[in-house]
């Protein structure tokens, strides 16, 4: 297969000389050393990107699968740091890391974590190390007393450059960004952690850690030094519990005060002392809110998809998915953007940054400095992220949830309502029914919940649509036509059709909607494509692979993009009993970049070995306390996603139909 053209914005991609065989990964440290495809070397490989990404040290100063001497043994370490103008032999490691898979138990008397001491004692410099299987993860610091050799617990290992002191209480300039799946490792941890250690069961510990991580985005957002932190001392000392607790407690009532309706006045965080300090020093050192978008949202996605998926037809949209309808429908800063039924708010995420990425775009052409674009901004993304985006959700805890990922992205959080989309908007909250929605609505993207295991039964609300009515089809008019007679019940997609349309604009409005095939292809339901041609131009429908939404659920669905017609385009159409024609785009996303079992997939040549790229990224640094950008290369293999492809050939077909 060719290498597509995949360009993503704000990098530069270039096809390499690298094939990567089958079974096999890139080496990330010197790029060129095919490894075998293991759990144990994805750890390390995410591991040693965390290293040079969010630790600063150079790829120089890394070796991987370092021979040691311990007697007559000769074990490899998995990556061994050293100081820069330092040879690579044994008395001049620095730092030790030692990855094993999900499978091994830090407890393990082999790989655990006393097999990375043993490397550590071996070697007289290392100072610090590093033990993790992706789930758990250690950190150590070497002590030496009298000839006696001990290893003390600490919160992380420290950056290049900075001491033991500035890592146990860092500067918010010191705080790192998450690179790769460095905070779905951290995310997990502590979800484990709590659920191991808090005897809660696992939903329940995902609420225990949302808590923290508010507080962890509230003080990076408004304090002026770090509060989010525990020392080593105080994870082990009673006096030192007492005082993180009091500190994380603080922000937690700051937090219930900024969202009342997420926390309750008397709502507290329901952690022993030892497991509260515990997963604030996992999660310390990390940025939450300079951390990139997809990270934040791989990280977030798998906590909440064990936790919150229910049993009323709700599966999370992917992210391709998300981003290829939101490319196609290329929203503005003015622009009201809408999802009726938003989950944890993926559409909402995506759409969000989109814009936020075009303002910033705009703001550093108009101002050529970066730092300056910022500031100038802050302003405009504050105002369109809170008056602009607006969510709505059947569950409340799916609501919580969505509110929280808003947070922890862009704050548009202050949009996200508690409310039944199908019903009459008289029973919605007095604050979302003073939005006026009906016939208000830019853009409004959506993956309602679908399936006949969930009717809609209530008479009030079926008769208040005219796809709750029966519908008789007319053989010599070629024609369905409504009757008086509300149905007994009706799959909750079918009527989202027809809220999602009465959202719009007449005329402007545009939605894109998931929806199952059958209401596309299913002769019995030819009254519904009926009633979406009256009143909609249908501008696309692109068929997604039966994969789109596995390992989850097993469902053929097709992405719907609608234009709502005016009332006089509908009267005029049907007074000429014919509708006008016009061209619709078509496509079928038949590579999403994973399989069934939600595995990956990449980009191979005719070979099967999979095709490397080469990408520049940006990375954010402070130095002296202000923000430096930075580029860095790095390769990567090419994932096997057409989507942002259809979304491109939209736009370019969309022009040409102007």
Known sequence: MALRDLKAEGSVIKPVAVIVQQGKILDYIDGTTQRNETPEEYVRQEIAKSLVREYSYEKSEIAVEFILRLGSRKPR????????ADAHVQDRARLIVECKSQKVKSTDRKDGVGQLQSYMAACPNVAYGMWTNGVERFCYRRVETAGQIAFEEIPDIPSKGRTEDETERPRFDQLKAASSDALLFAFRRCHNYI?????????????????????????????????????SKERHGLNGHIKARKRIDSLFDEVKAEYP????????????????????????????????????????????????????????TPRNICQMAVAMLDPSERQVILDPACGTGGFLITAMNYVIEKIRAAEISKWGDIERAETASRERVQRFARSHIIGLDLNPNLVKASKMNMVMNND????????NSLKSPATWEEELRARQLLGKVDLLFTNPPFGSKI???EPSVLEDYDLGHNWSYD??????????????????????????????????????????????????????????????????????????????VSVQTSVLVLQRKTEEEIAVEAAARRMNDYNVFMA????????????VTYVRDRKGNEIIEEIEETLKEYEDGRPVYKKQRTRRKVIDDNTLQIAQAFRSWLYEQD
């Open 77 to 84: 370490a998995d990556l061994v740091v050293f100081d820069p």
């Open 195 to 231: 659920a191991g250690n808090q005897g809660l069961q696992k939903p329940e510990a995902f609420w225990e850690l949302l808590k923290l991580i508010f507080c962890k985005i509230h003080d990076e957002r408004t304090s002026d030094q770090v509060a989010f932190y525990a020392t």
């Open 261 to 316: 309706t997420i926390f309750r006045k008397n709502e507290t965080i329901e952690l022993t002392p030892a497991v509260l300090t515990y997963i604030v020093s996992q999660l310390q050192m990390y940025s939450l809110l300079e951390s990139d978008i997809d990270v934040k949202g791989r990280a977030y996605e798998e906590i909440v998809g064990s936790n919150l998926r229910g049993d009323r037809g709700e599966f999370f």
């Open 412 to 419: 548009g959080a202050g949009g996200l309502y508690q409310a």
């Open 455 to 457: 009717p809609i039964d």
């Open 475 to 552: 053989v010599d008019s070629d024609r369905w036509i409504m009757t008086d007679a509300v149905q007994k019940s009706q799959p909750p997609e079918i009527l989202f059709i027809e809220r999602c349309v009465k959202f719009l604009k007449p005329g402007t409005g545009k939605c894109a909607i998931v929806l199952p095939d059958g209401i596309l292809g299913s002769p019995g339901l030819g009254y519904v494509r009926e009633w979406i041609l009256r009143h909609t131009r249908v501008l696309a429908s692109i068929d997604l692979h039966p994969d789109t939404f596995q390992p989850h």
């Open 588 to 599: 079928v996303a038949n590579h999403i970049g994973h399989d069934k079992r939600g595995n």
